[in-house]
């Protein structure tokens, strides 16, 4: 049983139809990469799968259980979490606390609790804290606990958001374009922190990017969309070669996509 079954997926905005007939499964700690062309659809199939839009059509089963239609909240319950390609950080809150924030929904004290400053209040805020730290360390981060997020440079402020999305404990995280915006270095860095991650916590990924060297280096199946529609799925090797997806990215039919950018 796969960990993630996509069926059929697809959605319409007015009579556009943005996805269409889109189908993905994901085993238990695979790590898949999904790419296409701008525009192609990639970003809206995250935003249904973490419950962002209601699907017109289709099912989306997480551990044989379907979770279309719920909201993002119950997504994020049911441990599936994500990060953005803008990154989406309180800028105004240390590192420490964007991460604390991620276990609000998994707390048990009440208003009472709180208001009275009872033990039980103090014992989970110590125990989210001792997690956090535990996040921070192993992510690099835990020097920076006490800075503001926004002070940080990108490639840290791109880790923060990881750890943040690691704190709802997901089985399956979506990156959407985590190397955006970072240089060779950090991207080298982020390439080995995502499957650091992926081998660490046994858990699955997909990735939205358009860094080939990243999602040719370190996915192990890609499956292409180009308007709305999959075009292609397999191996790096397969998806270097299929025909389809060089006519996708450079409208030629006899040019090799294999480059560094596309």
């Known amino acids: 049983m796969p960990l993630l079954k996509v069926d059929n997926l697809g959605i319409k905005f007015g009579g556009l139809e943005a996805v269409s007939g889109f189908c993905l499964e994901i085993e238990q700690g695979e790590l898949v990469g999904l790419i ?14 973490t419950g962002v839009y209601a699907p017109t059509e ?10 279309q239609g719920l909201k993002p909240y119950e997504i994020t319950r049911k441990n599936i979490a994500r990060t953005f390609q803008n990154i989406r950080l309180f800028k105004n809150m240390t590192v420490l606390e964007n991460v604390k924030i991620s276990y609000n929904y998994q707390v048990n004290y009440n208003f009472i609790d709180t208001v009275f400053r009872l033990p039980k209040y103090f014992k989970e805020e110590k125990e989210i804290e001792d997690k956090a730290l535990q ?17 940080l440079p990108y490639g840290k402020q ?3 958001e990881i750890a943040r999305a690691l704190a709802a404990k997901p089985k399956l995280l979506l990156l959407d374009e985590p190397a955006a915006g970072m240089n ?12 650091w991650i992926r081998n660490e916590h046994n858990i699955s990924i997909l990735l939205i990017e358009h860094d080939m060297k990243l999602v040719m280096g370190i996915c192990e ?13 397999g191996t790096p090797n397969e998806i270097k070669i299929n025909q389809a997806v060089i006519k996708a990215y450079l409208g030629e039919d006899d040019i090799n996509v294999n480059t560094e950018r596309a």
Do not use: Q, W
């Open 221 to 233: 199946k890609i499956a292409v969309v180009d308007y709305g529609k999959k075009i292609a799925e």
């Open 184 to 195: 060779p270095k950090e991207t080298k860095e982020l390439m080995e922190l995502i499957v």
């Open 135 to 151: 996040i921070l360390s192993e992510l690099e981060l835990l020097d920076k606990k006490d800075e503001l997020s926004s002070n």
């Open 36 to 49: 296409g062309p701008n525009g192609a659809g990639k970003t809206t199939i995250f935003n249904l799968l």
């Open 158 to 160: 791109r880790r923060v």
């Open 58 to 67: 289709g099912t989306i089963e997480l551990c044989n259980e379907k979770i």
